[in-house]
């Protein structure tokens, strides 16, 4: 990418960061919210349409037109694919995501008319079962993009797998910042939620070694903050890794030999190298210091384990960079043979 566009692209993460941010604070406080991400924005709508459609009338009319136009959307989608091209196989999950739509949309403005739903409207089983539906949408999306992506790589050029190359870095860079700000901060709001209610009777303390005097759950609380930063670590240092492996993919469209791909290509290996590092260090030393405060714990969790989706990513791309850099030896062997 240039360098416009990766500021670009680091902007649209930073505002990735702060939505997510406000989203899981919401939710922790707002029923309306309490689906989080994977009911928005499907709950919202309904919520939206049941208020539209009280109003009577006019207002009755608009929530009905707006509900068709919702549902009918991907058929419309389908209905330009059918002008523009020939249709797939894959495009016949246009007409499923339609009649789900349907059906979520008018869950999602009557909630209470969802199967088994009735007794937990308004409690946390009831955004479990809302964001069912709109869950279901998401991976029915899903999979129709993957399927499309697949036909296209089938007959791709070299150009065009570059170009898929970098949306799927892309992608990957929203999916964790998702991890990071969004299911690891969801992740800690619900530890202290349960540390809060299942310890309601704890009093001051004082740690014996240290000489600190403590209040209550602060240690514990302490904790909790230290292990969900201890789990977005890596998922950050994989944003730093994707913006590196993009910065390399530029430079080599220009020339996969030159000095600038090299400097890129060294970059990126020694920030794979600190990824897997920093994952692996920073786990045994909150570990360790975890047992350090045992005793003043509520909470106790020890990790044995790194999280597998980063280091399967960083290891990837480690190796996929080697290669390339054995290919730009042999190119200079080659070259000084001739």
């Not at 939505?19 to 939710?27: E, P, Q, R």
Request: net charge negative; glycine share 8%.
């Amino acid at each position: 990418m240039t360098v416009k566009n990766q500021r670009s692209f680091l902007i649209f993460l930073g505002m990735e960061a702060l939505l997510l941010l406000a989203f899981v604070l919401l939710g922790a406080s707002d029923a309306l919210w309490s689906s989080g991400l994977i009911g928005f924005p499907f709950v919202q709508i309904g919520y939206g349409l049941r208020v539209l459609s009280l109003q009577g009338g006019t207002g009755n009319l608009l929530a009905l037109v707006i509900y068709v136009a919702l549902s009918a959307s991907p058929l419309v989608y389908l209905v330009w694919l059918w002008k523009k091209r020939e249709l797939y196989g894959e495009d016949c999950l246009l007409v499923v995501l339609s009649i789900l739509t349907f059906f979520t949309l008018y869950y999602m403005v009557n909630p209470g008319l969802i199967p088994g739903m009735a007794d937990f409207l308004w409690s946390d089983s009831g955004a479990f079962y809302q964001s069912l539906y709109s869950g279901t949408i998401y991976g029915l999306v899903f999979c129709y993009a993957v399927l499309r992506v697949v036909r296209h790589l089938r007959g791709a050029d070299k150009a065009a797998l570059q170009g898929y190359l970098v949306l799927l870095l892309r992608v990957l860079a929203v999916i964790f910042v998702y991890m990071a700000f969004g299911a690891c901060v969801q992740n800690l709001l619900s530890e202290i939620e349960n540390l809060r209610a299942g310890n309601t009777m704890v009093i001051d303390g004082w740690h014996p070694i240290l000489g600190l005097t403590y209040s209550g759950l602060d240690v514990s609380y302490a904790f909790l903050v230290l292990r969900c930063l201890a789990n977005m670590l890596p998922y950050l240092l994989d944003v730093a890794v994707t913006l590196t492996a993009l910065d390399l993919l530029t430079a080599m469209k220009e020339d996969r030999y030159s000095e600038e791909s090299v400097q890129a290509s060294e970059k990126l290996s020694h920030l794979c190298v600190l990824s897997l590092s920093a994952t692996v260090v920073v786990t045994a030393l909150l570990n360790i210091l975890q047992l350090m405060f045992l005793g003043e714990l509520h909470t106790v969790h020890i990790n044995v384990y790194v999280p597998v989706l980063s280091v399967a990513f960083v290891l990837a791309v480690l190796l996929l960079n080697r290669l390339l850099g054995e290919n730009k030896s042999l190119k200079e062997d080659n070259d000084l043979f001739i």
